[in-house]
């Protein structure tokens, strides 16, 4: 890259979704950690990633920041926020889909090469076997 852009890159903050960060990251390298994401979950990955925030730096009370930005309308400034399962659960099964997104867009870019995956395998079965003295693993 050149230099410009890695300043840029480098002055991202990825804390927001609805920052450049993102835009930024998809039309340099075409990655889009959001494909396939609906409006209603980005606002929901948007409320808790504001949440972060204010777990963080806040030790968990609601500011004027959270409540501008997060789209929240359940907890005003000085409230402290207490995160429900429901929340815990949908971030958790919200987050392998970026992932997912990222690895995609990325063997996209950069192919994944066979021969180091087959020498690790390899090695790894050696070393299982090796660690039994040769002997098969016993039962469990």
Do not use: C
């Not at 209603?40 to 504001?50: G, H, K, P």
């Not at 997060?70 to 429900?84: P, V």
């Amino acid at each position: 890259m050149k230099p410009a852009r890695v300043k840029r890159l480098r002055r991202l903050v990825f804390h927001d979704i609805k920052s450049p960060a993102f835009n930024e990251v998809k039309a340099a390298f075409e990655v889009d950690l959001l494909k396939g994401i609906d409006g209603q979950t980005t606002d929901f990955l948007n409320m808790m990633l504001e949440r972060r925030h204010v777990y963080e730096h806040n030790g968990g009370v609601a500011d004027d920041r959270y409540v501008e930005r997060s789209g929240d309308n359940l907890w005003r400034s000085g409230d402290l926020i207490r995160e429900t399962d429901q929340n815990a659960h949908k971030l958790l099964s919200t987050l392998p889909i970026l992932a997912q997104n990222l690895q995609d867009d990325f063997h996209e870019i950069f192919p994944l090469t066979a021969w180091p995956v087959h020498y690790y395998e390899e090695r790894m079965g050696k070393r299982k076997q090796s660690a039994w003295f040769g002997k098969e693993e016993p039962a469990t």
